[in-house]
Nanobody, 119 residues
Framework: QVQLVESGGGLVQAGGSLRLSCAAS????????MNWYRQAPGKQRELVAT???????NYADSVKGRFTISRDNAKNTMYLQMNSLKPEDTAVYYC?????????????WGQGTQVTVSS
């Protein structure tokens, strides 16, 4: 029943910035974790950033210092601020949420949004 809707992808020049948004259909206050993944053509999907219910964050080495994951519980939205973008960042970006407990646990994925960084 949880739905995630991504927005903010697009075309940007190298060195530019984009902010991705992931809006949830329900409160994200109790979500165990929310994540951003990305998948480039010919590559496996990789975890880019994670934010837990307690506010802890983790980043892939390739984006540390450039990307920032955050959440706004009041808006039920997670964000990925992407700065100093590189062509290597080109990929489809997916938001993901782990939620529920016990037999109600579930993982929900967004539809993905394309980010293209030109050189």
């Amino acid at each position: 029943q949880v739905q995630l809707v991504e927005s903010g992808g697009g075309l940007v020049q190298a060195g530019g910035s984009l902010r991705l948004s992931c809006a949830a259909s329900v409160s994200i206050f109790s979500f165990n974790a929310m994540n951003w993944y990305r998948q480039a053509p010919g590559k496996q999907r990789e975890l880019v950033a994670t934010i837990t219910s307690g506010g802890s964050t983790n980043y892939a080495d390739s984006v540390k210092g450039r990307f920032t994951i955050s959440r706004d519980n009041a808006k039920n939205t997670m964000y990925l601020q992407m700065n100093s973008l590189k062509p290597e960042d080109t990929a489809v970006y997916y938001c993901n949420a782990d939620h529920g407990v016990g037999k109600w646990y579930s993982t929900t994925w967004g539809q993905g949004t394309q980010v293209t960084v030109s050189s």
